[in-house]
């Protein structure tokens, strides 16, 4: 087979396993959809001020989850599957059979940007009905698109990166989430940042992927203004991630 | 012979695997030191050596896995370390201890690896071979230890390789299991695939290999078929038997009994003394229920080779 041959069949196996597993399937699904309902019970009767505009928090809430569905498909199951992956010996088996690396790379990615797709167009649906939240269309859509795309991609390739300092299996969900939860409240993804927020938070969270991800996804519900700064600063995030994961990244359990 | 290549000794052409003093060192320690191995194509050959005598680092070597700090390597006609590329479609490895998926299922694992090769064999066929067609739909998850072994021989076949590594293959099987999983071996032999296994089971060597290579302290020490291996086939037999109550044996079987009662002779003339020692018993009516006649096994002949138990050869 080609390589691409061997990477469709390759996406084919790694969704078969990844539907098959009951707690990657449940928690990159059911724990932004379950967010969704908890913030937006909580806190989605008020309004949020942004870009100038008034809001209303249950749509900010549509977005900013869109946004975390995406970077826990990508960077959390990503991370966490393959460092099992490398753990249990498949990759060092994988690394000696005559499967090119790219396809094994290429349908991890293509395969974390699907269930992506599919987890927003979830949320978005959900949010759409039950929260009635605009829904992005025309050239808003595009752009929409372009930042889930490059966002996706991104996170895949930081995925790949961290599996590089989790040492063992059993370390690697408190490590990714050690990695992301903290960043994901200082970006503003759970409670939105205001003027008023202090400053450092605020610089974090330009430094970070995180809130120039969101704000990029937002654009697409909350008619903000979109900028491609942020879509670069993802992409300048997912190349470092990818030069880090062509350094570093072992097929052989770390012992 | 015609058609062999100026300078390349008809070993070259034959050969599966030639190494010439290979040297690996993790830090200051040689695992590897100055090893030199050649195996043939078809046979099936076994690596004996104690753990930590550097087995599975040079097979990790001849498998492309691991790099080299000096000496040749030849697997197949290319060098694993420049040319794995080239290798890799025409080998099987089963490592000492490997994962699979487990949410696959039995077939959709072999199918799967079956598919990175240029030439596969069948899917069923692979399955059936190792044994495993009664769980063909059930998943990795479900299968016993022994049954994921299988699988793991299986995955390693599905790419009709020419040369196949078998890490400890055996380890942790139930007797009939190991059985079984010879048979599976015998088999590929039979096709013309190169077997290259290591282990530490004497029973394992001793029923599958055509050759043995012992090796400790990260060089081979004894290389031969395994009934030949140390100077087996041409070492004295000994005789040993129980002392009969009441009887004073003639001063030449006599030797110091153990506390057991046990007389242990290694004599000259192996045929005369057996014949005078049953002949003596018979002229005093005493039967020697307990008589045995020993040769040394491959693992008194391994054990004398790795210096244990006893420390150092004897």
Not at chain 2, 75 to 82: A, N, R
């Amino acid at each position: 087979m080609s390589t691409a041959a061997l990477t469709v069949s390759q996406i084919r196996y790694v969704n078969k396993a990844f539907w098959r597993n009951p707690s990657s399937a449940f928690f990159t699904f059911a724990f932004p959809l379950m967010f969704l309902v908890i913030f937006t019970s909580l806190l989605g009767h008020g309004q949020v001020p942004l870009a100038g505009r008034v809001v209303h928090q249950s749509t900010y809430y549509v977005a900013a989850m869109a946004a975390f569905a995406v970077i826990t498909a990508c960077y959390n199951n990503i991370a966490i599957s393959v460092t099992f992956q490398r753990d249990a010996g498949i990759l060092k088996r994988t690394n000696g059979t005559p499967l090119p690396a790219i396809a094994y790379f290429t349908a991890r990615v293509v395969h974390a940007l699907l269930v992506a797709v599919l987890l927003v167009t979830i949320t978005v649906t959900f949010g759409a009905l039950v929260y009635h939240a605009d829904v992005p269309t025309g050239a808003t859509l595009l752009r929409f698109i372009a930042m889930l795309l490059v966002g996706a991609a991104s996170f895949s390739a930081l995925g790949f990166a961290i599996t590089a300092a989790i040492p063992n299996a059993e370390a690697s969900a408190a490590i990714v989430n050690a990695s992301i939860l903290p960043l994901l409240f200082l970006s503003g993804i759970f409670i939105p940042l205001g003027d008023n927020s202090p400053s450092w938070i605020l610089w974090i969270a330009r430094i970070f992927p995180v809130r120039h991800f969101a704000n990029g996804m937002q654009s697409g519900f909350l008619s903000t203004s979109f900028n491609w700064t942020d879509v670069l600063i993802v992409a300048a995030w997912g190349l470092g991630g990818l030069a880090m994961a062509t350094r570093y990244f072992r097929w052989e359990p770390r012992t | 012979m015609t058609g062999i290549a100026k300078g390349e000794g008809p070993a070259e052409e034959e050969a599966a695997i030639l190494v010439r003093g290979l040297r690996k060192s993790y830090g200051d320690v040689a695992a590897v030191d100055g090893l030199d191995l050649e195996i043939r194509r078809g046979e099936i050959f076994a690596l004996l050596g104690p753990n930590g005598a550097g087995k599975t680092t040079t097979v990790e070597i001849l498998e492309g896995f691991r790099s080299r700090d000096a000496g040749s390597v030849t697997v197949l006609g290319c060098d694993p370390g420049s040319q794995r590329r080239r290798i890799k479609s025409r080998i099987g490895i089963v490592l000492q201890s490997t994962g699979v998926d487990p949410y696959l299922t039995v077939a959709e694992t072999v199918a799967m690896y079956a598919s990175y090769y240029p030439h596969p064999r069948s899917v069923d066929e692979v399955i059936e071979l190792v044994g495993l067609a009664s769980k063909h739909g059930s998943r990795v998850l479900k299968l016993s230890g022994g049954q994921q072994r299988r699988l793991d021989v299986a995955i390693a076949l599905a790419g009709d390789p020419e040369l196949l590594f078998l890490d400890e293959p055996t380890t942790g099987f139930d007797p009939s299991a190991r059985h079984e999983a010879w048979e599976v071996v015998r088999n590929l032999a039979t096709l013309g695939k190169t077997v290259v296994l290591t282990t530490h089971y004497m029973d394992e060597a001793q029923n599958l290999a055509d050759r043995v290579a012992v090796v400790a302290a990260g060089r081979i020490v004894a290389e031969g078929s395994p009934s030949s291996l140390g100077g087996r086939d041409t070492a004295s037999a000994r005789i040993r038997y129980q002392v009969p109550p009441g009887l004073r044996p003639p001063v030449e079987f006599a030797d110091a009994p153990d506390p057991a009662g046990f007389v242990e002779l290694v004599p000259a003339d192996f045929t005369a003394t057996l014949h005078a020692l049953t002949g003596w018993a018979l002229a005093h009516g005493a039967t020697l229920d307990t008589l045995q006649i020993l040769r040394p096994s491959l693992e008194d002949v391994y054990l004398t080779l790795t210096g244990g138990p006893e420390g150092g050869p004897r």
